[in-house]
């Protein structure tokens, strides 16, 4: 079992800047590929970006603005977000998907992100 709290939401210009944080408990974290999934109102849900072993995938609507990192000493990852758009604005969740046990995937409770001036 793992549970995953995220933190760091909020309310932003556009053109600012949030890192949302996730913490990890309940299992060896390193063993995890970690994503960023966000949540429009009225939209499906969509990967944002996701972190393995040393390799990186973003979504092509991100891609130069945000970055994702992991630090597994502390089982946190992060989506560090820039020159954010009002398009941005979602509910972000974190997930974690066991990377050799199939059927172990992990959702946190979703930090909101709003861009408006």
């Known amino acids: 079992q793992v549970q995953l709290v995220e933190s760091g939401g909020g309310l932003v210009q556009p053109g600012g800047s949030l890192r949302l944080s996730c913490a990890a408990s309940g299992s060896i974290f390193r063993l995890y590929t970690m994503g960023w999934y966000r949540q429009a109102p009225g939209k499906q849900r969509e990967l944002v970006a996701a972190?393995?072993?040393?390799?990186?995938n973003y979504a092509d609507s991100v891609k130069g603005r945000f970055t994702i990192s992991r630090d597994d000493a502390k089982n946190t990852v992060y989506l560090q977000m820039n020159t954010l758009k009002p398009e941005d604005t979602a509910i972000y969740y974190c997930?974690?998907?066991?990377?050799?046990?199939?059927?172990?995937?992990?959702w946190g409770q979703g930090t909101q992100v709003t861009v408006s001036l």
């Open positions: 972190i393995g072993a040393g390799s990186t």
């Open positions: 997930n974690a998907v066991h990377r050799l046990v199939q059927g172990l995937d992990y």
